[in-house]
């Protein structure tokens, strides 16, 4: 089965950068999707299509792909974006998808 | 605006069964795949089963193979997922969701979800 691999959390303090990755052999084919997810809340889309952001989604929420690596980078975090986030994606059939593990941050 | 709204779940035993709905509305519902969702307590995100527009494909995490069954009507506008043998595991909010992109490469909208609980 296919898996996609993200560090269970991230620290960072307010204002500094948070990175999370997510990891998966068919990401140079298939996008990666970013979803943030605040306790008791249904999932929100950040970003589609490995580099795209919704609209409404503050400018500070980037995504970048390198190889089998997707990026979703927080630039200046702030303390309403302490949120669990979670990459998801397909494998190299196309017919099954995943999501990663999830990343909790937290920005203190 | 997107409302996707899920209904159906509830308290069932080992072996039980369940049908859950969602009806959706604001979006022309026969244009887009669909996909179940779920997320056990305390865990994270599962995909669950993605269906094509007009029904024909639908795929399946191994989980819940010949188990689950994820159906459509698109003249209700109205997604589908009958949950048969349900198990202790099979405990999760499940979430309605609208796939996107190249082959439902994604999803972008959710429901509120709905609570299934599996218990004796």
């Given at each position: 089965s296919y898996e996609l691999t993200q560090p269970p959390s991230v620290s960072v303090s307010p204002g500094q950068a948070a990175r999370i990755t997510c990891s998966g052999d068919a990401l140079p084919k298939k996008y990666a999707y970013w979803y943030q997810q605040k306790s008791g809340q249904a999932p929100v889309l950040?970003?589609?299509?490995?580099i795209k952001r919704p609209s409404g989604?503050?400018?500070r929420f980037s995504g970048s792909i390198s190889g089998t690596v997707a990026t979703l980078t927080i630039s200046g975090?702030?303390?309403?974006?302490?949120a669990d986030y979670y990459c998801y994606s397909a494998d190299r059939s196309g017919n099954l998808w995943v999501f990663g593990g999830g990343t909790k941050l937290t920005v203190l | 605006e997107v409302q996707l709204v899920e209904s159906g779940g509830g308290l069932v035993q080992p072996g039980g069964f369940l049908r859950l709905s969602c009806e959706a509305s604001e979006?022309?519902?026969?244009d887009f795949w669909m996909t179940w969702v779920r997320q056990a307590p305390g865990e994270g995100l599962e995909w669950v089963a993605t269906i094509k527009e007009d029904g024909s494909e639908q795929y399946y995490v191994d989980s819940v193979k010949g188990r689950f069954t994820i159906s459509r009507d698109n003249a209700k506008n109205s997604l589908y997922l009958q949950m048969n043998s349900?198990?202790?595991?099979?405990t999760a909010v499940y979430y309605c969701a609208r796939s996107v992109g190249i082959a439902a490469a994604g999803v972008d909208y959710w429901g509120l979800g709905i609570l299934v609980a599996v218990s004796s």
């Open positions: 950040v970003i589609y299509e490995d989604i503050p400018e975090a702030q303390v309403e974006d302490e | 979006f022309t519902f026969s349900l198990r202790a595991e099979d």
